[in-house]
C-alpha cells in the first residue's frame, strides 16, 4: 500500500488560492463606479447572451469575473435568497449587505471544503438615496468581503487598469459626473475596446438609475448596443 504525500495547510490554501487568481486574470475586465445618477456596470464582453452584469433585486445588482457557470449560478443563487427574503419578510428586507454576506459564505465554504474553488470575482451594488448611501463590496473567491469606496476593477490586469482609470479620469470627480462620462471613461481603460463608437460591440454596460422614471420598484437598466454607440461618440 502506498503512502499518501502530505501537505501543509498553507501550502494547500496557497495552491488552491494562486489556483483561483489565475483563473479570474484570464477574464475580460469590469470596471464599476458610483455617479450622480446611480451605478455604472461596465463590462468588456463581447457576447450579447452570456452576461457578467445582471440584476438581483429592486436597487441591487451584480457583477462577476471568471467562470461563468460558476458566477451565473451564484447569480441565480442570489435572486432567489432575494425573491424569498423579500416575499417572506418585506422588500427592505433585501439589502446589497445581507446579499454578500451569503455569498461570502458560500464562496468561502467552497474554497475550504471542496477540491477546487470558484474562479471567481463578484461585486453586489445596492443603490442609495444619494451618492453617499451607495453600497458596493466587493468579494473574492475565498469568500473575503470588502465595501469600497465607490469604485470597484475585476479581472484582468487589474493593477494595470487602475493605474490607466486614475490616468484616464484625472481630477474629475465621480458625484459631479454622469454615467455617460463614467462609460466613455470605462471603455478609454479597458484594454479590448478603446474609444469611439466602434467599441460599443466590446461592451455589456447597465445603469442602476437612482431616478426611476418607470414606476416600478426596479431601477436596473441594461443599455442596448445603439446607446452604448451613441454615449461613446459623444463628448460631456
Known amino acids: ?6 501537505v501543509s495547510p498553507e501550502q494547500l490554501m496557497k495552491d488552491r488560492a494562486d489556483f483561483a487568481r489565475k483563473g479570474i486574470a484570464r477574464g475580460r475586465a469590469v470596471i464599476v463606479a458610483s455617479c450622480a445618477e446611480g451605478i455604472a456596470l461596465i463590462a468588456e464582453n463581447p457576447s450579447g447572451s452570456l452576461h457578467k452584469i445582471g440584476e438581483i433585486y429592486d436597487r441591487i445588482a451584480f457583477a462577476a469575473v471568471g467562470k ?9 443563487a442570489g435572486v432567489r435568497y432575494a425573491d424569498t427574503r423579500g416575499y417572506s419578510y418585506a422588500r427592505q428586507d433585501v439589502t446589497g449587505r445581507g446579499l454578500a454576506s451569503v455569498y461570502a459564505q458560500s464562496l468561502g465554504a467552497v474554497f475550504t471544503a471542496e477540491a477546487k474553488p470558484f474562479e471567481v ?10 451618492q453617499e448611501e451607495d453600497t ?18 475585476m479581472g484582468g ?11 484616464a479620469w484625472g481630477e474629475r470627480v465621480l458625484a459631479e459626473s ?4 463614467v462609460i466613455r471613461a470605462a471603455a478609454a481603460v479597458l484594454p479590448g475596446v478603446g474609444e469611439g463608437p466602434d ?8 445603469v442602476l438609475e437612482r431616478i426611476n422614471t418607470r414606476g416600478t420598484h426596479r ?3 441594461r443599455l442596448d448596443k445603439p446607446t452604448i454607440a451613441a454615449i461613446l461618440s459623444s463628448g460631456e
Open 1 to 6: 500500500m502506498s503512502a499518501q504525500y502530505y
Open 68 to 76: 461563468y457557470n460558476e458566477f451565473e449560478s451564484l447569480r441565480q
Open 121 to 130: 470575482e463578484l461585486a453586489v451594488l445596492e443603490l442609495g438615496e444619494t
Open 136 to 153: 458596493l463590496f466587493s468579494l473574492n473567491f475565498d469568500g473575503s468581503i470588502a465595501e469600497q469606496p465607490g469604485l470597484i476593477i
Open 157 to 167: 490586469d487589474t493593477p494595470a487598469l487602475r493605474a490607466a482609470w486614475a490616468a
Open 178 to 181: 454622469s454615467a455617460a462620462a
Open 199 to 206: 467599441g460599443a460591440g466590446f461592451l455589456e454596460v447597465a
Open 219 to 221: 431601477h436596473f437598466r
